[in-house]
């Protein structure tokens, strides 16, 4: 509770007392600021992938005159570029209608930035975030991109945040484009699940009908520096559905994913998979429902079952930027016979006479 007050009372202090803007430059002399957003290039590793050049971000810049620097100057800082939607035109990433040049004094600017990951920045309630630069209650600068989300109005949305680019003079040439680096990284937890049986079983189906999460926080306030995500009080979902009505035939041999996306399905929608960065607690739970089919000549027995789990006892934890995977591995108990012959009682002997 104490770091969401704090995120709440830097979003107040956003509109009380933000910091003295600087006028961009706006001369066609001068460079022109470009966005190099992070593709999979040589110079990255293969864990990171391209930002579609359909969607948008959103960034924000200060300014810090010449010889000093973010680390050092922090509390300097003026506002330079303030909220800008960034977007793909012609080969580069800037604003679409507002050009933007780097400053002439020898001054340097530091980026923040943030995406929802797809074409445009609307958001559902309950959510929205700024670039905040405040003074925090231990005397030091805090905030960067802060703010609020809930997975229950943004249902699958990706909120990114960029790394801080700091004390950029130019376009730089760092991945595929030229421009600011902007390296955005996943701050909520994404959650697959994958199915498979123990062994073959003869005449056995097993259908997945549903996997669901019960009681886990949907909304958290957000804020970059220090990094932290706090989920919001007892914001809690009775239940946040992974998959329905899936009909999902579980095979042996190996794990299968099962999607989330539902293909097809009239009046069936598309499950959850990103939700909410959290610890877990002895209420929140992951709930399989699924059928076994038995074949008994011509007629087929169906058994309805559920197995409930505590989400602890997986995983004590989902963090910002994990995908965490849950392998549903199905059995049976077989049945043996335990045979024993009772022994033979013994009656009383009946008695006959031979005399002759």
Same mark, same amino acid.
């Not at 229950?152 to 945040?161: G, I, P, W």
């Not at 909520?188 to 062994?199: G, Q, Y």
């Not at 038995?294 to 087929?300: D, L």
């Given at each position: 509770?104490?770091?969401?007050?704090?995120?709440?009372?830097?979003?107040?202090?956003?509109?009380?007392?933000?910091?003295?803007?600087?006028?961009?430059?706006?001369?066609?002399?001068?460079?022109?600021?470009?966005?190099?957003?992070?593709?999979?290039?040589?110079?990255?590793?293969?864990?990171?992938?391209?930002?579609?050049?359909?969607?948008?971000?959103?960034?924000?810049?200060?300014?810090?005159?010449?010889?000093?620097?973010?680390?050092?100057?922090?509390?300097?800082?003026?506002?330079?570029?303030?909220?800008?939607?960034?977007?793909? $035109?012609? $080969?580069?990433?800037?604003?679409?209608?507002?050009?933007?040049?780097?400053?002439?004094?020898?001054?340097?600017?530091?980026?923040?930035?943030?995406?929802?990951?797809?074409?445009?920045?609307?958001?559902?309630?309950?959510?929205?975030?700024?670039?905040?630069?405040?003074?925090?209650?231990?005397?030091?600068?805090?905030?960067?991109?802060?703010?609020?989300?809930?997975?229950?109005?943004?249902?699958?949305?990706?909120?990114?945040?960029?790394?801080?680019?700091?004390?950029?003079?130019? $376009?730089?040439?760092?991945?595929?484009?030229?421009?600011?680096?902007?390296?955005?990284?996943?701050?909520?937890?994404?959650?697959?699940?994958?199915?498979?049986?123990?062994?073959?079983?003869?005449?056995?189906?097993?259908?997945?009908?549903?996997?669901?999460?019960?009681?886990?926080?949907?909304?958290?306030?957000?804020?970059?520096?220090?990094?932290?995500?706090?989920?919001?009080?007892?914001?809690?979902?009775?239940?946040?559905?992974?998959?329905?009505?899936?009909?999902?035939?579980?095979?042996?041999?190996?794990?299968?994913?099962?999607?989330?996306?539902?293909?097809?399905?009239?009046?069936?929608?598309?499950?959850?998979?990103?939700?909410?960065?959290?610890?877990?607690?002895?209420?929140?739970?992951?709930?399989?429902?699924?059928?076994?089919?038995?074949?008994?000549?011509?007629?087929?027995?169906?058994?309805?079952?559920?197995?409930?789990?505590?989400?602890?006892?997986?995983?004590?934890?989902?963090?910002?930027?994990?995908?965490?995977?849950?392998?549903?591995?199905?059995?049976?108990?077989?049945?043996?016979?335990?045979?024993?012959?009772?022994?033979?009682?013994?009656?009383?002997?009946?008695?006959?006479?031979?005399?002759?």
């Amino acid at each position: 509770m104490k770091k969401e007050m704090f995120v709440l009372a830097v979003l107040a202090t956003l509109a009380a007392c933000s910091k003295t803007e600087v006028t961009p430059v706006a001369s066609n002399v001068n460079s022109e600021i470009t966005f190099n957003v992070a593709p999979r290039t040589k110079a990255l590793s293969q864990t990171q992938t391209d930002f579609d050049h359909n969607n948008v971000f959103v960034s924000y810049a200060y300014y810090l005159g010449p010889g000093k620097t973010w680390a050092a100057n922090n509390s300097e800082a003026q506002m330079y570029i303030d909220g800008s939607t960034i977007s793909y $035109n012609g $080969n580069l990433w800037k604003n679409e209608t507002t050009s933007y040049y780097w400053p002439k004094d020898g001054g340097s600017l530091t980026f923040f930035a943030y995406s929802y990951n797809k074409k445009d920045m609307t958001v559902g309630d309950n959510s929205g975030f700024a670039c905040v630069w405040a003074l925090g209650e231990d005397g030091q600068y805090q905030g960067g991109i802060t703010g609020h989300f809930d997975v229950a109005t943004n249902k699958n949305v990706d909120f990114l945040v960029a790394d801080i680019a700091a004390d950029k003079t130019e $376009n730089e040439n760092n991945y595929a484009h030229t421009g600011v680096p902007t390296l955005f990284r996943h701050k909520l937890s994404m959650v697959n699940v994958a199915a498979n049986l123990a062994e073959d079983y003869a005449n056995k189906k097993f259908i997945l009908n549903s996997v669901k999460f019960t009681n886990l926080y949907h909304y958290a306030t957000y804020s970059q520096i220090p990094e932290m995500m706090a989920p919001g009080g007892n914001d809690f979902l009775p239940d946040q559905v992974y998959a329905e009505n899936v009909g999902f035939e579980v095979k042996s041999g190996k794990l299968i994913a099962v999607p989330a996306e539902i293909k097809g399905g009239a009046g069936v929608e598309d499950g959850q998979y990103i939700y909410i960065p959290q610890e877990f607690n002895d209420n929140s739970y992951i709930v399989i429902t699924y059928t076994v089919e038995t074949v008994v000549g011509n007629n087929v027995v169906k058994e309805e079952c559920t197995k409930t789990v505590k989400v602890k006892d997986v995983f004590p934890k989902w963090e910002m930027g994990h995908r965490y995977t849950f392998n549903l591995t199905f059995s049976l108990n077989e049945i043996h016979w335990d045979p024993a012959v009772e022994n033979w009682i013994d009656d009383e002997a009946g008695k006959i006479t031979i005399d002759r």
